[in-house]
């Protein structure tokens, strides 16, 4: 009832109050999210006579009783009681009436929006209505979804940088070793990263293999009884000692993911791969502000591992096979969620609109990711063009269709208003 009265999208003529006094809506109001009535500064006339404050809404209107509002001085202001059962009259604090109207919407539209949110056996009950909405208008809201999504990655890098007491190069290790959990692993790597400090990694970076004793170790993948060779043998050793020097403690119940999973994504490969970005020194904040294309992400993430895991998945047995990098789609991955963001995060602290602009064309150029939640809008009608869109797709899938948020989306708004009023 709130939705119907902030976007206006009751039946707009041959309103009247419950007792029957011509009513004309001038203006809603606007929507209140905290405490009071329902929507403050709206403007209505009654016979004529132009009235301005509050409105509240309903669904009865004997609910102004249950509520305590009719001893509640804030609520004197309302000058409109929006109900769909007006079971009793209610009064201000000083017994004056306040004037009541039964939401006029068109009969079915409830039922309309019980069919877009409420239907569990389809995945999109909306599909088959996409590919009619005017380009421009989904145009628009597939914008404004790639930049919100984009947006709530950078505010994970500024928390991050927060728990890191502003460090840059810090945040973004953290952040490139969230993007190597490809999403199913990206809290534990996050955590795993999190636990071991770069300053750490930083004194033993002239030797890849204590880099890979700590990451390892801290992940506890050294622990599963099935790492069981001479190599694992070895970075446990080394682990300890590192383990005693820096006073480390590991991570609890990092719960790392296996199931359905190809064995060139296990974590084992992915955590092999952020030691080789680490030897060295990582100093890769720069690099990763500089990309522009897919081409320099591929320079950036293609890292020589150490002569183990060019034959291993997991510690264990070798395979016959040599292990090679990243696939294309998994650098791709890493574009998205690690350079992008971080190329945003960094130029909206620095006022840097050049940098800004920069995560934005980079996703543009890069193609679009080929998921279930992509296929699922492919079948509707919407083929993303980029990368730009596909993580539009993703906040829309993410946001508001999984969280049944179809009110707040302009596609399902744009449905539900073309219904409302309508009386056939």
């Given amino acids: 009832m709130q939705y119907v009265g902030q976007h206006r999208l009751w039946i707009q003529h041959g309103l009247t109050t419950v007792d029957g006094r011509k009513l004309q809506i001038i203006d809603p109001g606007r929507l209140n999210t905290d405490s009071g009535p329902d929507f403050f500064n709206a403007k209505i006339s009654i016979d004529g006579r132009i009235w301005a404050g509050d409105v509240e809404i309903h669904v009865k209107a004997s609910d102004w009783h249950r509520h305590g509002h009719d001893g509640n001085p804030a609520y004197d202001s309302v000058i409109l009681h929006v109900v769909d059962r007006d079971d009793t009259i209610i009064h201000r604090s000083n017994g004056e009436a306040i004037p009541q109207m039964r939401m006029p919407c068109e009969p079915q539209f409830q039922n309309h929006y019980r069919d877009l949110v409420g239907r569990s056996d389809l995945d999109l009950p909306c599909a088959h209505r996409i590919k009619d909405m005017p380009s421009l208008h989904l145009g628009s809201w597939l914008d404004s979804l790639a930049y919100e999504r984009i947006y709530d990655k950078t505010d994970r890098i500024n928390s991050i940088l927060g728990r890191l007491n502003g460090d840059w190069e810090s945040a973004a290790y953290v952040t490139v070793a969230r993007a190597l959990g490809f999403g199913v692993n990206g809290d534990p790597f996050e955590r795993l990263a999190l636990s071991l400090p770069l300053i750490f990694i930083g004194k033993h970076s002239d030797s890849l293999t204590s880099i890979e004793a700590l990451l390892f170790g801290q992940s506890g993948l050294l622990d599963d ?200």
């Fill in 225 to 424: 009884s099935r790492a069981f060779d001479t190599y694992a043998d070895h970075l446990r050793k080394e682990y300890a000692f590192l383990a005693h020097k820096f006073g480390l403690k590991k991570p609890e119940s990092l719960l790392w993911k296996f199931s359905r999973m190809r064995p060139g994504n296990f974590p084992h490969r992915r955590i092999a791969t952020l030691a080789a970005m680490l030897a060295g020194g990582f100093r890769m904040l720069q690099r990763l502000l500089e990309v522009e294309s897919l081409e320099g992400a591929e320079a950036l993430f293609s890292p020589q591992l150490s002569s183990y895991w060019s034959s291993h998945y997991t510690f264990g047995a070798p395979v016959s096979m040599h292990l090679g990098a990243f696939s294309r789609s998994s650098i791709t991955g890493l574009a998205i969620n690690a350079i992008a963001p971080l190329q945003m995060a960094y130029g909206m602290a620095h006022d840097n609109n050049a940098l800004v602009d920069r995560a934005t064309s980079l996703l543009q150029s890069l193609p679009a990711e080929r998921n279930s939640i992509v296929e699922l809008f492919t079948r509707a009608g919407i083929k993303p063009r980029d990368a730009f869109t596909s993580q539009a797709l993703i906040q829309l899938r993410r946001s508001y269709c999984e969280q049944h948020k179809c009110l707040y989306c302009r596609i399902g708004h744009r449905m539900l208003a073309e219904k409302a009023n309508r009386q056939d």
